[in-house]
């Protein structure tokens, strides 16, 4: 921590804490990255090239057809399972700290706000976006054209998803307890966004002749969760109500609030011992 005293901008000081934290999860980043690339070449690149020999009956391999969608929200879908795991593990850690050598740690010259945003950024934003680049990269190296092939939508709504969900789970360890994080981990990643959907779809079809959940509650399922809805959606489960980039900008205020106040309450409110 010598070191740490000599600092004296707060970008210097954070970007020094949020090293000390990846340090420890270097190896688990790269093992999942790779494992999330070896999915989305799989998948996608295959697919990509079906279509590119199908529509080169027609015109040209690398032509102005449109953009792929096809499996890329399954293997965005699988590659978010995975990187949520790193999350979780991210925000246990965070918990475990906060229980126990936060103090020291802010007791150097690292101030709450720099602290807490480099548990953001390592919990919430550095694994959605090495999610999005585990689609890229194998793309970029297999052929850059291939880039310029997919549609962005589903990237987008996975990204800005992960962003919110990821960033409930800086929230959950600020209870201090590895425990807690761990079920509101799995709760909003397997539980919140698939069995809700399903559940309320069968409760309504049972009990409501067929029909659809009503509007207001498709439409914060879709806001809440805007690509798992844009997945499920176009798998038949139910009709969506919102354009998923229109359901996708009230993801992004409630984004903005939940890392806002999280931010907030950390450096205003939150006791540490």
């Given at each position: 921590m010598l070191r740490l005293k000599r600092l004296k901008t707060p970008i210097t000081r954070m970007k020094l804490h949020l090293e000390f934290v990846l340090s420890r999860y270097l190896p688990l980043y790269a093992f999942v990255a790779f494992l999330a690339a070896i999915i989305n070449a799989y998948l996608?690149?295959?697919?990509?090239?079906?279509?590119?020999?199908?529509?080169?009956?027609?015109?040209?391999?690398?032509?102005?057809?449109?953009?792929y969608t096809?499996?890329?929200?399954?293997?965005l879908t699988l590659a978010h399972l995975i990187f949520s795991l790193v999350s979780i593990s991210l925000a246990a850690s965070m918990a475990g700290e906060l229980r126990s050598t936060s103090l020291f740690h802010l007791s150097q010259p690292l101030?709450?706000?720099?602290?807490?945003?480099?548990?953001l950024l390592s919990i919430a934003w550095l694994p959605s976006l090495l999610m999005a680049l585990s689609l890229f990269v194998p793309l970029a190296t297999f052929d850059p054209r291939l880039v310029l092939r997919v549609s962005f939508q589903?990237?987008?709504?996975r990204l800005v998803e992960d962003l919110l969900t990821f960033s409930i789970f800086c929230w959950a360890a600020l209870s201090k307890r590895r425990g807690i994080v761990?079920?509101?981990?799995?709760f909003f990643v397997l539980?919140?966004?698939y069995l809700t959907m399903v559940l309320m779809s069968l409760i309504f079809?049972?009990?409501?002749?067929?029909t659809n959940p009503p509007t207001l509650l498709l439409a914060a399922y879709e806001v809440l969760f805007p690509s798992t809805a844009s997945t499920l959606f176009m798998?038949?489960?139910?009709?969506?109500?919102?354009?998923?980039?229109?359901?996708?900008?009230g993801t992004l205020i409630i984004l903005a609030l939940t890392q806002g106040t999280y931010l907030i309450y950390f450096i205003r409110k939150f006791e540490v011992k």
């Open positions: 996608v690149i295959p697919s990509i090239l079906n279509q590119i020999v199908a529509s080169s009956t027609y015109s040209s391999p690398f032509g102005t057809s449109g953009p096809g499996t890329i929200s399954i293997s101030r709450r706000i720099e602290y807490s945003i480099s548990w589903p990237i987008y709504l761990a079920f509101i981990g799995l539980i919140l966004p079809y049972v009990f409501y002749q067929g798998g038949g489960i139910a009709q969506g109500v919102l354009d998923p980039m229109k359901a996708s900008i």
